[in-house]
Protein backbone atom coordinates (compact mmCIF):
# COMPACT_ATOMS: atom_id res chain seq x y z
CA UNK A 1 0.00 0.00 0.00
CA UNK A 2 1.37 3.18 -0.60
CA UNK A 3 -0.30 6.34 0.32
CA UNK A 4 -0.01 9.29 2.78
CA UNK A 5 3.62 7.98 3.70
CA UNK A 6 2.60 4.00 4.17
CA UNK A 7 5.85 2.98 2.38
CA UNK A 8 5.50 -1.17 4.10
CA UNK A 9 4.61 -3.29 1.20
CA UNK A 10 1.89 -6.02 1.45
CA UNK A 11 0.22 -4.13 4.30
CA UNK A 12 -3.25 -4.87 5.01
CA UNK A 13 -6.33 -2.19 5.57
CA UNK A 14 -9.65 -3.20 7.60
CA UNK A 15 -12.52 -0.49 7.91
CA UNK A 16 -15.65 -0.94 9.44
CA UNK A 17 -18.95 0.78 9.38
CA UNK A 18 -21.98 0.13 12.05
CA UNK A 19 -25.38 1.05 10.19
CA UNK A 20 -29.18 0.47 10.81
CA UNK A 21 -30.01 -1.65 14.47
CA UNK A 22 -26.38 -2.01 14.91
CA UNK A 23 -25.73 1.99 14.96
CA UNK A 24 -28.71 2.68 16.66
CA UNK A 25 -29.05 0.49 19.80
CA UNK A 26 -26.42 -0.80 21.60
CA UNK A 27 -27.42 -3.84 22.94
CA UNK A 28 -27.97 -5.34 19.34
CA UNK A 29 -24.63 -4.15 18.65
CA UNK A 30 -23.12 -5.60 22.05
CA UNK A 31 -25.20 -8.66 21.32
CA UNK A 32 -23.64 -9.04 17.86
CA UNK A 33 -20.11 -8.37 18.55
CA UNK A 34 -19.94 -10.83 21.53
CA UNK A 35 -21.00 -13.29 18.93
CA UNK A 36 -18.97 -12.84 16.29
CA UNK A 37 -14.88 -14.16 16.50
CA UNK A 38 -12.55 -11.58 17.13
CA UNK A 39 -9.54 -11.15 14.55
CA UNK A 40 -6.05 -11.54 15.90
CA UNK A 41 -3.71 -8.69 15.08
CA UNK A 42 -1.45 -9.64 11.78
CA UNK A 43 1.44 -8.37 13.56
Known sequence: M???GVE???????TSSM???F???PATREEF???IPKRRSLL
Do not use: A, Y
Not at 8 to 14: F, L, R, T
Open 2 to 4: MMR
Open 8 to 14: KQKSQVV
Open 19 to 21: LGS
Open 23 to 25: RRN
Open 33 to 35: LTL
